[in-house]
């Protein structure tokens, strides 16, 4: 029997479609997952079932009637409860006023506290989570345990759908098992689970059936087990993966413009060495967590080092014993992509052009003086090289999709003459088209003779334009291989460590 | 030659980053405020040279009496800091409420018509200040500066610019050093500071209420995603902390003996200083009745102190500067090891 229904719906956001044209089905007592790349709109298709989002075309049929919720109070009313990738807790309060916030037992106001808690335990119990004392401060747990709190919390509500984004991104292995455990007992007494993820190897163990998003449409969908993994990444990238990658020739030998030795920043970084020469892409791979954004962060002068030096060029710089800047590392022709775009990485509410010329505001002024003119127009030089897709070089960043805010932050590292560009996870959130020019970007500065590093959690994109690559684990980092030696079974293999490792089976 | 393998998005974070803070900064959380308060007194005691002086029962009958204006402010604004918020606009309510009061009593109202015409004055700027937060979604701290001026220009008005004099009643006796009785010990003014500082330490506590002014401090979206109506709440905490500012400024002028439209500016900032010394955070979500009165005797004893010193002025001035400075740092420096 369907419990939730969606058909054609759509959803844009200034000039980018997030969602453009999605069907979902889903039956009483199922978990369905949805699945998709980063960007495929999964999250705003939830925002949209949770009533946060409204919908611009389309429509929402639940438990056989229309379904048009105003807010999320609509939907919660109606037993719909969303369970966010960011937990959405009160810290400060306990773990049985988090449950019950907004359904306190009361008498005439006064809250019965033995009542409060014996309700919390009791749902706690039902989760065979009793571990967790309904007292206690929700600041005080590990995330597992704050997840727990979220779950009951939607227990408490009377829930009949659950929507879980991403729920296990947070999670040690033993507690995804009793998140499983607990999803299928709910399966079982008739609550629906909509389960996002990309991880294909949850979704095979826990859901019934799928929908595939890719780019806001729905691709695919069917059961589970008729599928294979293959069919499904196909969907979800869109295109044989052979086309995603540019040719590259092999680098021959060529110069070292960056050594790297014992680099420390501990916790985080441990005795790191390696070399960067011009002309390559040096792959780092590693588990989220690994170090391996610290140890980029350490070379740009982010993180302060406790020991190590860098050779840039012919300059050795002992990076521990004075705190570098980043200026310092800019000026050299060092250039850094953060991982986090909207945090970090770009100025949102600044234009395209203020952005692409921030670390080379010189190029484009005197005496202190902006040529607003001669910005633009290297700008728009930029927009057409990298295929950037704006109004013009005055529109804000903030207006344009996460694939042509990642081209920006590129087009800045371009625009500041860096030699060595240390890229961050340069394709996350990003669409697949946008993909395939940030790596057509990157091979053509390796082209040029500049020197990449690319850190990314992808293993096809670090096969499919690295030279050489390298795995962290737990912040020390292994040799540098030739790509060829490597094989994504070893690198898997590498980035696990060789104690046996709970979250092995993740990975598998 | 790639595999279609995904690495997991996020992994455990190591189990020694989940550790529990230690139990010191929950320690330090309640008995700071008490620690300073005991440091305070101690400091100038000893520099006063003459410590049976600056603790005499009548120095601290004075010290106590100063407090109520400031530790009334402080009941409602621990409400209003709890809950995530901020209101600027206290001592211009403190002027406005003691004028309409003073203005009630001289239009012949009985004392205490005018004692709930001066609190509900109060009350109804809070009314108004919860109105342009939620209706207009101005944020708390331009709505409440607007109200800053609005309140003081009205209380100017209403008072046509001059003080308003009020016959002799009870009401002037709320603030007064030594009470008409002596068995009360200290003012009335201090024993209502203390069984309202109670109540609401209690309603705050153990109300549905209460938990929900924390629950809005701590995490505003998730609140509302539980179905509070998060409006209808900051309008009922702002009402709240106007009622206290009203009361406030009927026991200013009950001290003054006259309805003063200039009295009380800056008062806000007292209010503020001493909630967040009491251990509040003004990103919201915590904060207590106990620390914000601890707070509140903390400016007092320094006013007094200085005063005892001989000090001048701005001596005092640029002290509890600093005071609020170095208890915002703290609230920082705690936040920040919270959030390690």
Not at chain 1, 358 to 375: D, E, H, I, K
Not at chain 2, 74 to 101: C, E, H, N, P, Y
Request: a positive charge; one cysteine or more.
């Amino acid at each position: 029997m369907t419990l939730l229904r969606l058909a054609g719906i759509k959803k844009c956001f200034g000039a980018t479609a997030a969602l453009d044209g999605v069907d979902l089905e889903v039956r009483r007592g199922e978990v369905y997952a949805l699945i998709g790349e980063n960007g495929a709109g999964k999250s705003t298709l939830m925002n949209l079932i949770a009533g946060a989002l409204q919908p611009d075309a389309g429509r929402m049929y639940f438990g056989g009637k229309e379904y048009r919720p105003a807010g999320p109070q609509d939907a919660r009313r109606l037993g719909i409860a969303h369970i966010h990738q960011e937990l959405s807790l009160c810290a400060h309060l306990s773990v049985a006023e988090n449950i019950l916030l907004g359904a306190e037992p009361a008498r005439h106001g006064w809250l019965d506290r033995a009542a409060l808690h014996r309700q919390a335990a009791k749902i706690l119990e039902a989760f065979h989570h009793p571990a967790i004392a309904p007292e206690r401060r929700v600041a005080d747990l590990p995330i597992a345990g704050r997840q727990v709190v979220e779950i009951s919390r939607a227990l408490a509500q009377n829930a009949s759908l659950i929507l879980m984004d991403e729920p296990t991104s947070s999670l040690p292995r033993g507690d995804v098992e009793r998140l499983f455990a607990c999803i299928r007992s709910l399966r079982d007494s008739g609550i629906s689970v909509v389960y996002i993820s990309h991880l294909l190897e949850e979704v095979r163990e826990i859901a019934g059936r799928f929908t595939v998003l890719r780019d806001g449409v729905s691709v695919m969908s069917g059961p589970v087990a008729e599928v294979k993994d293959a069919e499904m990444i196909t969907a979800m990238v869109g295109r044989p993966v052979e086309t995603l990658y540019p040719a590259r020739p092999s680098a021959g030998k060529s110069e070292c413009v960056l050594e790297v030795r014992n680099l420390s920043a501990p916790p985080a970084v441990r005795d790191a060495s390696f070399e960067l020469f011009c002309g390559e892409v040096l792959g780092i791979a590693g588990l989220v967590g690994a170090g391996r954004t610290e140890m980029i962060r350490t070379l740009f002068g982010l993180i302060p080092a406790s020991r190590g030096v860098l050779a840039l060029g012919s300059d050795a710089l002992p990076i521990a014993t004075r705190r570098r800047k980043p200026q310092e590392f800019i000026a050299r022709g060092v250039g850094y992509l953060s991982e986090d775009r909207k945090g970090e990485g770009l100025a949102l509410g600044l234009s395209v052009a203020d952005n692409v010329t921030l670390t080379n505001f010189a190029s484009c002024s005197r005496w202190g003086w902006l040529n607003r003119p001669v910005q633009a127009e290297q700008t728009t030089a930029w927009m057409d090289k990298l295929r950037i897709r704006a109004h013009n070089a005055a529109s804000p960043v903030a207006s344009l999709s996460g694939g042509n805010q990642q081209k920006v932050a590129i087009a800045r590292l371009l625009h500041q003459k860096a030699e060595i560009l240390l890229l961050d996870e340069p394709t996350r959130g990003v669409d697949v088209g946008s993909k395939a020019q940030i790596y057509e970007a990157i091979a053509e500065m390796a082209a040029t003779g500049k020197a990449v590093l690319l850190v990314s959690s992808y293993l096809p994109e670090l096969f499919g334009v690295c030279d050489r690559l390298a795995v962290m684990v737990r912040g020390r980092l292994s040799p540098a291989r030739p790509i060829a030696a490597w094989t994504p079974e070893s690198v898997m293999h590498a980035a696990i460590g060789s104690e046996a490792n709970l979250d092995a089976d993740v990975l598998a | 030659m790639c595999s279609h393998k995904f690495m997991p998005e996020a992994v455990t974070k190591s189990p020694a980053t989940q550790t529990k803070r230690p139990a010191i900064y929950k320690w330090l959380r309640v008995f700071g405020p008490f620690l300073g308060l005991a440091l305070l007194i101690a400091v100038f005691a000893a520099i006063s040279g003459d410590p049976a002086r600056y603790l005499s029962a009548s120095n601290l009958r004075i010290v106590v009496t100063q407090t109520v204006i400031v530790a009334l402010g402080a009941i409602g604004m621990t409400v209003i800091i709890a809950s995530g918020g901020i209101d600027l606009s206290v001592g211009s309510v403190v002027a406005l409420s003691g004028a309409v009061a003073a203005i009630s009593l001289r239009a012949g109202w009985t004392p205490l018509a005018a004692l709930f015409a001066g609190i509900l004055a109060g009350g109804l700027i809070g009314l108004i200040n919860g109105l342009t937060i939620t209706r207009l979604g101005v944020v708390p701290f331009i709505a409440t500066l607007g109200m800053l001026g609005v309140a003081r220009g009205t209380a100017k008005w209403v008072a046509n610019e001059q003080t308003v004099n009020i016959p002799a009643t009870w009401l002037n006796e709320l603030a007064t050093i030594s009470p008409e009785h002596p068995w009360m010990l200290v003012a009335p003014g201090v024993w209502i500071a203390i069984v309202l500082a109670g109540i609401v330490a209690a309603v705050l506590r153990n109300t549905v209420f209460g938990r929900r002014v924390f629950a809005l401090g701590s995490n505003e979206a998730a609140a509302r995603a539980c179905g509070i109506q998060t409006d209808r709440v900051k309008l009922w905490i702002y009402s709240l902390g106007g009622l206290f500012f009203g009361l406030a400024g009927v026991v200013q002028m009950s001290r003054l003996r006259q309805g003063d439209p200039t009295v009380a500016i800056g008062v806000e900032l007292d209010v503020i200083a001493a909630v967040v010394i009491g251990g509040a955070s003004l990103s919201g979500g915590e904060g207590s009745i106990l620390g914000s009165m601890v707070g509140a005797l903390i400016m007092a004893f320094l006013r007094n102190g200085c005063q005892l010193m001989g000090w001048p002025n701005y001596i005092q001035e640029i002290i509890i500067g600093v005071i609020i400075v170095l208890a915002v740092a703290a609230d920082r420096l705690r936040t920040a090891r919270q959030n390690r």
